[in-house]
């Protein structure tokens, strides 16, 4: 039976990412399935942060971005590389932090009520293999805070994939 994950939602936004980092390393140190560790990746980061309204994967496969696992409303499930903020920090390599969705040129409105988004991309060497997208329904949820400590996750996470699943 998995652990139960605790969160303390009285913690600051940094200790709650710490505390979350502590927790997934014990979460997937007997793990080796890509679809189960992704999943619950992203089941921690829906449980621990009340202002994610939607979090998920794109995985590339042949230069486009097919929707992974995900928790939240359903979603589009192709993205072409370079289109919306997925695709273009798919493109730019680099993660991308949106303030006000409706300011950003090309934004793909799965879910009309979303309000900001930030997608962190997960590479293997220089190739990025994958995006992870968090959305949420007020302006300006995501901050550097956020970006420092998703990418430190993303890192952790490809590198374990990369030396677990043999996928990658
Ligand atoms: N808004 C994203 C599309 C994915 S959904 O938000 C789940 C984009 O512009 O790439």
């Not at 486009?64 to 409303?73: A, D």
């Amino acid at each position: 039976m998995a652990e139960p994950l605790i969160v303390d939602k009285s913690l600051s936004l940094s200790d709650l990412y710490v505390n979350l980092q502590k927790q997934l390393k014990f979460l997937f140190v007997k793990e080796d399935n890509l679809l189960s560790i992704l999943s619950n990746f992203v089941a921690a980061i829906k449980q621990t942060f009340s202002k994610v309204s939607w979090v998920g994967f794109y995985i590339i496969e042949n230069n486009n971005l097919y929707l992974g696992p995900f928790q939240g409303k359903i979603a589009c499930t192709n993205i072409e590389i370079g289109n919306g903020v997925c695709g273009k920090s798919a493109k730019e390599k680099k993660t991308i932090i949106v303030p006000d969705v409706n300011k950003f040129d090309g934004h793909i409105a799965c879910d009309s009520e979303t309000k900001s988004e930030i997608v962190v991309p997960l590479f293997n060497g220089n190739n990025i293999f994958a995006v992870l997208d968090l959305d949420s329904l007020e302006l300006n949820s995501f901050s550097e805070i956020d970006k420092k400590y998703l990418e430190n996750m993303c890192k952790f996470l490809s590198t374990f994939l990369i030396n677990k699943t043999k996928i990658l």
